[in-house]
């Protein structure tokens, strides 16, 4: 079963040295949001993605979004962004937009499911921001749960479901848990909604034109 460590003040500093620990050697953490708890590896090692694919029984064909620390972060993993990237990320960064950009050449292309495109967001949530910035590096952030089974909003849920896969569970108490992270994709062509969620097309469609 998973370890899991309560995250309160107090204890910050050691639940991100551990997790840090964890991460860096190749092992998944699971870690709440600003939507749902997330499975966070280091997405340059490529034995950790497997990982990730073989807890979730995702299919090999389906990108890891990325959560990052910062725009700059961010701007470091995507090539030739086109100029919707940055307004985009400027107005609902942090919070749940999840941008499909170009990926850099450093992204492993298994973590864009063959595709060349990464899905970037920068979460509004203090602790996950805080342990991608202690692990110096982005973090994959797809949802801590069985693929095609509910996304978990508590560490308990999170151990329901695949508490037998994963050594640590960061429990930082409940998210939100209403709904997963709007996905939009641009490109120099527009943009497309993948995915429906807290920000709505209409806020979208008012902002872009």
Same mark, same amino acid.
């Given at each position: 079963?998973?370890?899991?460590?309560?995250?309160?003040?107090?204890?910050?500093?050691?639940?991100?040295?551990?997790?840090?620990?964890?991460?860096?050697?190749?092992?998944?953490?699971?870690?709440?949001?600003?939507?749902?708890?997330?499975?966070?590896?280091?997405?340059?090692?490529?034995?950790?993605?497997?990982?990730?694919?073989?807890?979730?029984?995702?299919?090999?064909?389906?990108?890891?979004?990325?959560?990052?620390?910062?725009?700059?972060?961010?701007?470091?993993?995507?090539?030739?962004?086109?100029?919707?990237?940055?307004?985009?990320?400027?107005?609902?960064?942090?919070?749940?937009?999840?941008?499909?950009?170009?990926?850099?050449?450093?992204?492993?292309?298994?973590?864009?499911?063959?595709?060349?495109?990464?899905?970037?967001?920068?979460?509004?949530?203090?602790?996950?921001?805080?342990?991608? @910035?202690?692990?110096?590096?982005?973090?994959?952030?797809?949802?801590?749960?069985?693929? @095609?089974?509910?996304?978990?909003?508590?560490?308990? @849920?999170?151990?329901?479901?695949?508490?037998?896969?994963?050594?640590?569970?960061?429990?930082?108490?409940?998210?939100?848990? +209403?709904?997963?992270?709007?996905?939009? @994709?641009? +490109? +120099? +062509?527009?943009?497309?909604?993948?995915?429906?969620?807290?920000?709505?097309?209409?806020?979208?469609?008012?902002?872009?034109?």
């Amino acid at each position: 079963m998973s370890e899991i460590v309560k995250v309160d003040e107090r204890r910050l500093e050691f639940a991100l040295q551990y997790a840090v620990r964890l991460i860096l050697t190749g092992k998944v953490v699971a870690f709440p949001t600003d939507t749902f708890y997330g499975l966070g590896v280091d997405p340059f090692n490529l034995a950790a993605v497997n990982q990730i694919f073989r807890i979730k029984r995702r299919s090999y064909d389906r990108p890891l979004p990325l959560l990052v620390s910062s725009l700059d972060q961010a701007a470091d993993l995507t090539i030739d962004p086109p100029s919707q990237f940055f307004r985009l990320a400027e107005k609902f960064w942090p919070g749940p937009l999840t941008i499909i950009v170009p990926a850099s050449r450093q992204i492993p292309l298994k973590v864009t499911g063959n595709t060349g495109r990464v899905a970037l967001r920068l979460p509004k949530s203090a602790l996950a921001v805080a342990l991608i @910035e202690a692990a110096g590096r982005p973090l994959t952030g797809t949802s801590a749960n069985l693929t @095609e089974h509910p996304a978990c909003a508590t560490a308990e @849920e999170v151990e329901i479901q695949i508490g037998d896969t994963v050594p640590l569970i960061l429990d930082g108490g409940p998210t939100p848990g +209403d709904l997963a992270s709007t996905i939009i @994709e641009v +490109d +120099d +062509d527009g943009w497309q909604i993948q995915r429906h969620g807290p920000v709505t097309e209409a806020e979208l469609k008012e902002f872009l034109g």
